[in-house]
Structure formats: structure tokens, C-alpha cells
């Protein structure tokens, strides 16, 4: 299947701890290249998803960001360590018997270290979540792309339907070009009174033939055609042999037009180029 490298993807997380929403987009790029935007406590995961990027994917320009919504409400729990506080305490009433017994505050018991503790979230359990999340927006993002791939694959196949389409039509109208360029030396030589053997015209007609033959350019624009239809068919990461294939049919093209002496197999060089450059568009996108 062939895949685009413009896409994007989005999933949400959802979990007692709160919300996380993952969007993966990407664009063409001659090599791989990831970015991300990630919450510092999640830093430590940015190999872990480049490796996973890295394994399914080829080309392009991938950006990927995470956002992430803890609860207010579960952030933490308070607990307290009372027999650390009663230790405190019974201390502090001492201290408050030798100094004329000022009152204890119990906010400075509180404030004392280990006596309140705020219980952290398991953040390997919401990492192992997030990461899941990650896996499914990677997977909605590749059937993104295979599903881009595929319409940009019927607009090519169309494109390469249109090739053919021209390049037959140069192929019927050639013996008539022959034709009409034998006619028209020979009426030249008639107006001009010029009388040549017979056997010298037809040389010179066959050095025009073959200097207007285009069958071998007609047979490689098809033998290209084909080509490309089998890399289409392949599918997997063919961007750069599509791209390659893009030459070929442009060398062909141009060689039609400088061959041609004929309105309309100009105009079929003409379309020729217009139909491979739009291909060309559409596979710089393949990849």
C-alpha cells in the first residue's frame, strides 16, 4: 500500500488521574525527522516514541505533542504520620514546661518534615496509559496516511491512463505525418521544377522518417507506464523510485516535442508534460 506523508492524528487518554490528548501531523521530508512537544514529566518517554516512530514509519517531517490534565482533585492524597506528631508534641510540651509554657502551634508540627506527606501518583501506571494512547494515535495516524496514500495513488493511476491515452494517440497520427511530409517535399520539388530520381527522394524521405520517428519514445513512455503501475501495485516506501520514474517520462516528453513538426502531436507533448508534472506533484507527498 502506498502511504502519504501528510497526516494527522489525534486521541485522547482518559484515566482517574485526569486527561492526556496525543496529535501526531506530518509533512513531506526527504528523510525522517520527529519533533516533540512534551510536559517535563513526561520527558524521559522521548526515545521510547522516537524508536516506535522510527520502526514504522520512513519519510517525512513528523511532529508529534502531548498534552496532559491531571485532576485537582487527585493529585494527592494528605496523610499524616501521627506517631511522628505525637513525638513532636510530647517534645514540644516539654520545651513549653522549661519556657514558661508558651503554646505549641500546630502548623509548626505540620510544617515539621515527614510529618504530612503528599502521596505522588504512580507515574509508571499513567506512563504505561499515555504510552498506550501513543500506540492507537500511531496507528490512527498510519491508516491516515494509507488512506491519503490511496487517493493520491487513483490520481496517478488516472494521470497515467491520460499518458497512454496521448501517446496513442501520437502513435496514429505519425503515418499521416509521413504521409504529409512526403507529399510536401514533393510538391516543393514540382513548384520548383526540379527533377530528382526517384531513388534520390526516397532517400531522403527515409532520412526524414527517421529523423521524425518517435516509436521508440511511444514504446518507452508505455514500457514507463508499466513501470510505475507495478511500483504503485508493490506499495511500501516507493516515493523516491516514483520520483526517478518521473524523469524517465519527462526525458521522453521532451524528446516527443523537439521531434515534432505536427500541431497536434505538440499539443500531445504538451499534455504529456502537464499530466507527468501533476504526478510529479502527488509523489513528492509519497513516502
Known sequence: MIHSMTAFARHEVKGEWGNAVWEIRSVNQRFLETYFRLPE????????LRERFRKQLNRGKVECNLRFNAKAGEKSNLTMNIALAENLLKHANWINEQTLNSQVNPIEIMRWPGVM????????????EILAGFDQALKDFIVARADEGT????????RLDGIVEQAELVKGHMPEVIA??????TDKFADANIELESSRVEQELVLLAQKMDVDEEIDRLFSHVKE?????????AQGRRLDFMMQEFNREANTLGSKSINAEITNSAVELKVLIEQMREQIQNIE
Open 180 to 185: 504529409w511530409q512526403r507529399k510536401r517535399i
Open 151 to 158: 487517493n493520491m495513488k487513483s490520481l496517478i493511476e488516472q
Open 41 to 48: 514529566q513526561f520527558r524521559s518517554i522521548e526515545p521510547v
Open 117 to 128: 506527606e503528599a502521596e505522588e501518583s504512580d507515574m509508571n501506571a499513567i506512563q504505561a
Open 228 to 236: 510505475t503501475r507495478s511500483i504503485l501495485k508493490k506499495g511500501g
